[in-house]
Structures are given as C-alpha cells and as structure tokens.
T-cell receptor, first 116, second 107 residues
Framework: GAVVSQHPSWVICKSGTSVKIECRSLDFQATTMFWYRQFPKQSLMLMATSNEGSKATYEQGVEKDKFLINHASLTLSTLTVTSAHPEDSSFYIC????????????FGPGTRLTVT | AQRVTQPEKLLSVFKGAPVELKCNYSYSGSPELFWYVQYSRQRLQLLLRHISRESIKGFTADLNKGETSFHLKKPFAQEEDSAMYYCALYAGNMLTFGGGTRLMVKP
C-alpha cells in the first residue's frame, strides 16, 4: 500500500521558537493531505485540510497564523508551529488521500512535539 | 454536522472470547464508515470499510442504518488484537473519528 512519512518523528523545542514538520507521500501523488492533533489517550482531531497549490482549510478553533500549512508539491506538505508554547505539545499526525479512491487516507507515523 | 461515538474507552477480554467494539454515528446523508486500528508504537491503519463488506483479521462490521451503528466484531479474540480501535465516518470531504476504544486481550 501507499506510504506516508513524517519528519521529524520527535522534536523538543524551547518556548517561543518555531518548529516545522514535514509530511511526504512516498509512492503516490497526494493533492490533498490532512493534519491531525492527538492528545494522550485521546482521539485524532482534524486541524486542517491541505490542498496542493492552494490555501489550507482550517477547522474551527485552529489558529491559522499559529499553525502554518504549506502544500507546495504533490508529495509534500509542511506544518509549522510558530511561537510554540508548552500547550502546543502534542502528537501531530498527517495523512494523504489516495487519488484513486476519494475516501482512502494513508497515515504518517506521527511527530511528537514537546515544548519546554 | 457528523459525529461518531464510541461509548467504551476500554474493553478487556480473555483470549478466545468474542469481541464487540461499539460505534454509533450521526449523519444526515448516506454514510461511508471505516474502522482504523493503531497497534502499539505503530501508525494508524485502515482495518476495514463498510462499503467492501470484507473480513480482515477475522473482524467484521455491519452497517445498521436503522440503529445508526457500525459495530466491530470478532468471534474469537487473539492477544495480537490488542490495540486502539477508531471508528470513522467519511463525509464532507473529511474523516471524523470517534474517541477510540482500547482493546486488551488477556491470555
């Protein structure tokens, strides 16, 4: 099946700094990618939908100026957490939509962000 | 708006016992429903989709539109089935996940 990678898998940063997380579809082109946030022992919450070549669509309550999403190519989407604070510490997961099956999504392994 | 509810956060059974993980949804249109599984330290992966009416790793799920349910079942649980299970609804161009159920299969 299709593979989605994320980098880094784990990052620790100081409060006030910015962190960029990459999401790549390795063997298929993804016009649409999704970014989720998962708190410990909780479910995935969709943050935003990223469409190649256009602006991301953010879910209600997600600050678009804080969580910058760029989807510049068909295989790469990035999430930048700007001016990170300890409450931004979480597990961030991306997924990419299979272009052949509109509802099929493949998930990355996730990135654990810890803000100190 | 769509909503997915998994009433049990934790389900603990003995090996060989039947398993049923409950999922209820609310959606005004025709639902596309899925079960995803997340094994320890692994990524989320699709287990099965209602549209395929398939059985994966012995698991089945039937969509009951009258009860708005999509419960996941397996007649004989195995220890390797221990994982987090998420029910998800595809609608409005996005997946909405339930809260998840942790299944623990004891030897």
């Amino acid at each position: 099946g299709a593979v989605v990678s994320q980098h880094p898998s784990w990052v620790i940063c100081k409060s006030g700094t910015s962190v960029k997380i990459e999401c790549r579809s390795l063997d298929f082109q993804a016009t649409t990618m999704f970014w989720y946030r998962q708190f410990p022992k909780q479910s995935l919450m969709l943050m935003a939908t990223s469409n190649e070549g256009s602006k991301a669509t953010y879910e209600q309550g997600v600050e678009k100026d804080k969580f910058l999403i760029n989807h510049a190519s068909l295989t790469l989407s990035t999430l930048t957490v700007t001016s990170a604070h300890p409450e931004d510490s979480s597990f961030y997961i991306c997924s990419a939509r299979d272009p052949g099956i509109f509802y099929e999504q493949y998930f990355g392994p996730g990135t654990r962000l810890t803000v100190t | 708006a769509q909503r997915v509810t998994q009433p049990e956060k934790l389900l603990s059974v003995f090996k060989g016992a039947p398993v049923e993980l409950k999922c209820n949804y609310s959606y005004s249109g025709s639902p596309e429903l899925f079960w995803y599984v997340q094994y320890s330290r692994q990524r989320l992966q699709l287990l099965l989709r209602h549209i395929s009416r398939e059985s994966i790793k012995g698991f089945t799920a039937d969509l009951n539109k009258g009860e708005t349910s999509f419960h996941l079942k397996k007649p004989f649980a195995q220890e390797e089935d221990s994982a987090m299970y998420y029910c998800a609804l595809y609608a409005g161009n996005m997946l909405t996940f339930g809260g998840g159920t942790r299944l623990m299969v004891k030897p």
